[in-house]
Structures are given as C-alpha cells and as structure tokens.
Nanobody, 119 residues
Framework: QVQLVESGGGLVQPGGSLRLSCAASGSILNIYDMYWYRQVPGKQRELVAA???????NYADSVKGRFTISRDNAKNTVALQMNGLKPEDTAVYYC?????????????WGQGTQVTVAS
C-alpha cells in the first residue's frame, strides 16, 4: 500500500506565495511521474503541473511563470511552489504519483489540501 500526504495549504492574500509538499510512503519500488491537480466545487479536477523522474516539467497555461514543481527522488517527495497567487487559484490541491510497488503499478492520490486566495 502507498500513502501520499500533502501539507502546506492555507489562506493567503492575492500576490502572496505558498509552498505545497507531498510525501509518498509505503511499499514503493519506484515513482515515475508526479503531479499536482486542483479542484473547485462543481468543476472537474484539473492538472496543474507534472514532473518526470528525470525532472522534466509541464504546467497548465494558467500557472506558467508563477508555479514551480520540484521533486526529491531520494525522499519520495514532490513540491509545488506557488507565487503570485490569484483568487482563481483557490481550490483543493491534490498530489498524484505513478508508483510501482511489489504488487503492481498504479496512480495514487493524496487527500488534498485547501488553498484559499483572498484579501
């Protein structure tokens, strides 16, 4: 079994910054791509950023130049540095990881962390 635990959400004013972290634990043999998604009530979960095990990154157009995804392969962690936050960034943020265990390979989700951008 694999667990993903996010931390770092909270309330921030427009223009502010937050750093989200996600730690994976369990019977992990390898972690491939890692992702950050976000979701607001009534809307589909959307991909915010992705990072490969080699460090290649991709971002949603709405966050390019403001958010940075990074990972520490030795610690099985992924982070999302969010700068220049806007009210429209308000959402529950989820990390996701493509993980190989001794039993299978599948994507796992964290429980989510709330980010609220408001003055």
């Amino acid at each position: 079994q694999v667990q993903l635990v996010e931390s770092g959400g909270g309330l921030v004013q427009p223009g502010g910054s937050l750093r989200l972290s996600c730690a994976a634990s369990g019977s992990i043999l390898n972690i491939y791509d890692m992702y950050w998604y976000r979701q607001v009530p009534g809307k589909q979960r959307e991909l915010v950023a992705a990072i490969t095990s080699g460090g290649s990154t991709n971002y949603a157009d709405s966050v390019k130049g403001r958010f940075t995804i990074s990972r520490d392969n030795a610690k099985n962690t992924v982070a999302l540095q969010m700068n220049g936050l806007k009210p429209e960034d308000t959402a529950v943020y989820y990390c996701n990881a493509d993980v190989r265990t001794i039993w299978n390979r599948k994507n796992y989700w964290g429980q989510g962390t709330q980010v609220t951008v408001a003055s």
